[in-house]
């Protein structure tokens, strides 16, 4: 599967962006989905995931704030983030993970995971 993630941008704290995230024969019966994040001087951490059943999990520094989800055609699927804080700025990961390698909304996917290419979020003051 090939992933391609995109919709980062630039943005004042407050505000919303919803990133999008394509992949190539995915179904949403064969593959969990989660987004990365990695801040600059921080450590790459998973933001949230979607499950092949449909359950989500966030990291408590989004949680209430970002949501993952799919559109009607369940080929595209979105990380929407409200209420943008300048700590959330990095760089953001679509990752697809193969069924074998999901457990749950706890993927194995940074080590079989396949990833996208990035897209910038910046979040200022």
């Known amino acids: 599967v090939q992933v391609a993630d995109s919709g980062g941008d630039s943005v004042q704290a407050g505000g919303s962006l919803r990133l999008s995230c394509t992949a190539s024969?995915?179904?949403?019966?064969?593959?969990?989905v989660s987004w990365w994040r990695k801040g600059s001087g921080k450590d790459r951490e998973r933001v949230g995931s979607l499950d092949i059943n449909g359950a989500t999990n966030y990291v408590d520094a989004v949680k209430g704030r970002f949501s993952i989800s799919r559109d009607n055609d369940k080929s595209i699927l979105h990380l929407q983030m409200n209420s943008l804080k300048p700590e959330d700025s990095g760089m953001y990961y679509c990752?697809?993970?193969?069924?074998?390698?999901?457990?749950?909304?706890?993927?194995?996917?940074?080590?079989?995971?396949?990833w996208g290419q990035g897209t910038q979020v910046t979040v200022s003051i």
């Open positions: 024969r995915y179904r949403p019966d064969m593959y969990c």
């Open positions: 990752v697809a993970t193969y069924r074998e390698y999901c457990r749950g909304v706890y993927p194995l996917d940074s080590d079989f995971g396949a």
